[in-house]
């Protein structure tokens, strides 16, 4: 009879909490993913302003509509936080500082605001010596061109035609313009009038007081006429009506040097300001703000 092989049986001992297995690794990495999320929204809180929280709310709720405006919403400026890595507002951007953009472009306006003075300048200084050049070529006026003086200012080319001893450009006490002077102001115009810039002319006299008389006309009004009949002549030689922009009186209040004499003649002179952009717009908010 054949010996019989014995049977064994292997009995596996079961872990009483296998049935848990490995969930809890789940639900405690939910956990600290939620607590690192919420300390980064209070650090975010905390370390920006107003305006950067307006803005990131403002893409959460349209993104679009915040990248099609360079990260702004409403005027707002919106700015990441230093060093945060990753655009939250738009990551093909990369990292969005609208204040610097702002710096920048402000920057540039301002260097082609210069640019323009620049343009400017020189457009007046050719106007000078352009000018120059007419009173030195021109017979009539080359023996004219000590009582005509040409500088460039802050406010753009200023022209004065002083007056003389012995060629005065008004008759005493008079808003009448002497011939010479009718020629030097005609020979004027057609070469101011080919800039665009607005022009101003103001009268001067002396410290003299005037005459004594019934109607009360003073240096002030004296001034004024004289300042409009220098603008009548340049009109009347070529220059547009719509380039002059003021016209006014002085009377004797802004001598044409505080250490000279004020009775002396070259106090009494008309000045003519082809003005730059830049007075043309100070002196149109003025009138519009009064």
Known sequence: MAE?????IK??????????????KLAYADFVTAMMAFFLLMWLLGSTDEATRKGIASFFTDPYKV??????????????IEGGGA??????????QTGETMDTEQSTSEEIEKKAEEIEKAKLENLKEKIQEKLNETPELSELKDQIKLEITAEGLRILIVDDQNRPMYKLASAQTEQHVRVILRALAPAIN?????????G??????????????????????RA?????ELVEGGLSESKV??????????????????????????????????????????????
Request: charged content about 20%; glycine content about 8%; cysteine-free.
């Open 87 to 96: 655009d939250l507002v738009s990551s093909d951007r990369g990292q969005v």
């Open 11 to 24: 009995k596996i001992k079961k872990n009483a909490h296998a049935h848990h297995g490995g969930a809890w």
């Open 67 to 80: 990248s099609m405006q360079g990260g702004k919403d409403s005027g707002e400026r919106t700015e990441l």
């Open 228 to 232: 409009n009949a220098a603008r009548y």
């Open 245 to 290: 922009l003021r016209v006014i009186g002085m009377s004797s209040s802004v001598p044409y040097s505080p250490s000279t004499d004020p009775t002396n003649p070259i106090n009494r002179r008309i000045s003519i300001l082809v003005m730059n952009k830049k007075t043309e717009q100070q002196v149109l908010q003025g009138s519009s703000s009064e």
């Open 204 to 225: 001067h006299t002396d410290a003299l007081p005037f005459p004594a008389n019934q109607k009360g006309y003073t240096n002030w009004e004296l001034s004024s006429d």
């Open 194 to 202: 080919e800039l665009p810039n607005k022009v101003s002319l103001n």
């Open 4 to 8: 019989q092989q014995p049977i064994i």
